[in-house]
């Protein structure tokens, strides 16, 4: 990501799914795992550095 990253971010530990069903334990149908922060001129540019990360 390069100096696009403002924060390169960190692996998240277990997660929990809240809905209006109430809590789960498990980690849902797509569980976050991590995240990164980036600088960038829109969605589009933010799509095209994240793809070059290789994430």
Same mark, same amino acid.
């Given at each position: 990501?390069? @100096?696009?990253?403002?924060?390169?971010?960190?692996?998240?530990?277990?997660?929990?799914?809240?809905?209006?069903?109430?809590?789960? @334990?498990?980690?849902?149908?797509?569980?976050?795992?991590?995240?990164?922060?980036?600088?960038?001129?829109?969605? @589009?540019?933010?799509?095209?550095?994240?793809?070059?990360?290789?994430?």
């Amino acid at each position: 990501m390069g @100096e696009a990253a403002i924060n390169p971010g960190t692996p998240l530990g277990k997660s929990r799914t809240v809905s209006a069903d109430g809590l789960s @334990e498990d980690d849902g149908d797509a569980p976050m795992n991590g995240y990164s922060i980036v600088r960038a001129a829109g969605m @589009e540019a933010a799509l095209e550095i994240a793809s070059l990360s290789g994430a």
